[in-house]
C-alpha cells in the first residue's frame, strides 16, 4: 500500500468537460506542481460517498485552501460519465475535480482495491484520504471501515494541514 515519501505512481484518469469532450490526464499532469487533496471512494452516488464524505470537502473547501490546498480531486471506480453527472448532483462541477479511474488501473497501482464482489459491486477504491505535494504522499488515511467515515474526513485532512 501506498505510505507517506512515496511518489504516486503512473496513471491516468479520465475527466468529461462541460462541452461533453472527454480528456485523459496522467498522475504527473495533475499532481505536478501542486498541492491536493486526493480522496478515494468506492462508488459515485452511494450513499455514505454522497451523503457524508464528499460533501465535507465540499462545505470545506475555503477552509482546505486556505490552508495551501491548491486542488480537490475525487476519485472512483467509475467511468467518466457517472463522474460528471455525480459532481453536477452534488453541486461540485468546477469546485472539485471528479477524476474517472474506470478500469480501477491507479486504485491498483496504489494498493487499495476494495474487493465488493460479493455485494455485486466489482471492484471498488477502499475510503481513503491523503494529501499529495508535488506527487509525493504527505498523509494517507485510509478507513478501516469503508462503509465508514472517521479517518478521511475533510476534518481529518484539515488536521494534517497547519
Not at 478507513?143 to 474526513?153: A, M
Amino acid at each position: 500500500m501506498l505510505k507517506v515519501g512515496d511518489r504516486l505512481p503512473e496513471a491516468s484518469f479520465r475527466v468529461k468537460a462541460d462541452d461533453g469532450s472527454v480528456k485523459q490526464v496522467t498522475t504527473a499532469e495533475y499532481f505536478g506542481g501542486k498541492k491536493v487533496v486526493l480522496v478515494g471512494v468506492p462508488g459515485a452516488f452511494t450513499s455514505t460517498c454522497h451523503n457524508s464524505h464528499v460533501p465535507t470537502f465540499i462545505s470545506n473547501l475555503d477552509q482546505l485552501k486556505s490552508r495551501g490546498i491548491d486542488k480537490v480531486a475525487v476519485v472512483a471506480v467509475n467511468d467518466h460519465h457517472v463522474m460528471k453527472a455525480w459532481a453536477q448532483a452534488l453541486g461540485a462541477d468546477g469546485k472539485i475535480d471528479f477524476l474517472a479511474d474506470g478500469s480501477g488501473v491507479f486504485t491498483r497501482a496504489i494498493d487499495l482495491v476494495n474487493d465488493l464482489n460479493g455485494t455485486g459491486l466489482g471492484y471498488r477504491s477502499k475510503r481513503f484520504a491523503m494529501i499529495v505535494d508535488d506527487g509525493v504522499v504527505k498523509s494517507i488515511d485510509v478507513e478501516p471501515d469503508s462503509g465508514k467515515v472517521t479517518v478521511s474526513s475533510a476534518a481529518s485532512v484539515l488536521s494534517h494541514l497547519h
